[in-house]
């Protein structure tokens, strides 16, 4: 069974700092993907990260893939109130055909 | 706004009622997902349809039946739930089928069950 180890699990900012979310697994995906989810609604992609090494941003967030197609990062520079949501990494293909494995999430909350 | 349709967003229901849950998407995509999520929780596979089949079922209980009507339409029956069945169901979709490189999942906006 694959699994994704997603930390932090709860993170409580102020309004203008920075943070990281990291997601870690034994296993290679062939794809990991970051989704935001906020209270009352479904989750929304946010970026798919294919390639190991990989960097992709998106405004404020910037998403990374490890060499080895193990484990991802994602950095939110100058942190909003808007960003506050649950956070979940999902780790495609490996062993685990046909379905996504995901992270525990990560519920992040920014304080203006 | 959601492309995948999720109706109705909120139901309650007692434990020998028989209710459904449906979803629609009309990106043409040919799998369709029902996850169960728990509060600030990671959603959890339930069923996967791929191309109009039943391709995977995560064991869950026979309380909880899935149907496919056509590449659009994805219908969750509910029987004999009991209360810790209360969780949010969200409908997903993606642009391919089930296979070694898994597609990006298009949520609905999810149906809010609760059993009584």
Same mark, same amino acid.
């Not at chain 1, 990991?32 to 479904?42: A, C, D, F, S």
């Not at chain 1, 991802?72 to 909003?80: K, M, N």
């Not at chain 1, 685990?96 to 995901?102: A, D, R």
């Not at chain 2, 969200?90 to 089930?98: I, T």
């Given at each position: *069974?694959?699994?994704?180890?997603?930390?932090?699990?709860?993170?409580s900012?102020?309004?203008?700092?920075n943070?990281t979310?990291?997601?870690?697994?034994?296993?290679v995906?062939?794809?990991?993907?970051?989704y935001?989810?906020?209270?009352?609604?479904?989750?929304?992609?946010?970026?798919?990260v294919? *390639?190991?090494?990989e960097? =992709?941003k998106l405004?404020?967030?910037?998403?990374?893939?490890?060499?080895?197609?193990?484990?991802?990062?994602?950095?939110i520079?100058?942190?909003?109130?808007?960003? *506050?949501?649950?956070?979940?990494c999902?780790?495609?293909?490996?062993?685990?055909?046909? =379905?996504?494995t995901f992270?525990q999430? *990560?519920i992040?909350t920014?304080?203006? | 706004?959601?492309?995948?349709?999720?109706?109705? +967003?909120?139901?309650?229901?007692?434990?020998?009622? +028989?209710?459904?849950l449906k979803?629609e998407?009309?990106?043409g995509h040919r799998?369709?997902?029902w996850?169960?999520?728990?509060?600030k +929780?990671?959603?959890e596979l339930?069923?996967?349809y791929?191309?109009?089949?039943?391709s995977?079922?995560e064991?869950v209980?026979?309380?909880f039946?899935?149907?496919?009507p056509?590449?659009s339409l994805?219908?969750l029956?509910?029987h004999a739930l009991?209360?810790e069945?209360?969780?949010?169901?969200?409908?997903?979709?993606?642009l391919?089928a089930?296979?070694?490189?898994?597609?990006?999942l298009f949520?609905?906006?999810?149906?809010?069950l609760?059993?009584l």
């Amino acid at each position: *069974t694959q699994l994704l180890e997603q930390s932090p699990q709860f993170l409580s900012i102020q309004e203008g700092e920075n943070l990281t979310v990291y997601c870690n697994s034994s296993s290679v995906f062939s794809s990991l993907q970051w989704y935001r989810q906020e209270p009352g609604e479904g989750p929304v992609l946010l970026v798919t990260v294919v *390639t190991g090494g990989e960097v =992709k941003k998106l405004k404020r967030l910037t998403f990374q893939f490890g060499d080895a197609r193990k484990d991802s990062s994602l950095h939110i520079t100058a942190a909003q109130p808007g960003d *506050t949501g649950l956070y979940l990494c999902a780790g495609g293909g490996g062993t685990s055909y046909g =379905k996504l494995t995901f992270g525990q999430g *990560t519920i992040l909350t920014v304080h203006p | 706004d959601t492309e995948v349709t999720q109706t109705p +967003k909120h139901l309650v229901m007692g434990m020998t009622n +028989k209710k459904s849950l449906k979803c629609e998407q009309h990106m043409g995509h040919r799998a369709m997902y029902w996850y169960k999520q728990k509060a600030k +929780k990671p959603p959890e596979l339930m069923f996967v349809y791929s191309y109009e089949k039943l391709s995977i079922n995560e064991s869950v209980p026979s309380r909880f039946s899935p149907e496919c009507p056509n590449s659009s339409l994805l219908n969750l029956h509910l029987h004999a739930l009991q209360p810790e069945d209360s969780a949010l169901y969200l409908c997903a979709s993606s642009l391919g089928a089930a296979g070694a490189y898994t597609g990006e999942l298009f949520f609905g906006e999810g149906s809010r069950l609760t059993v009584l």
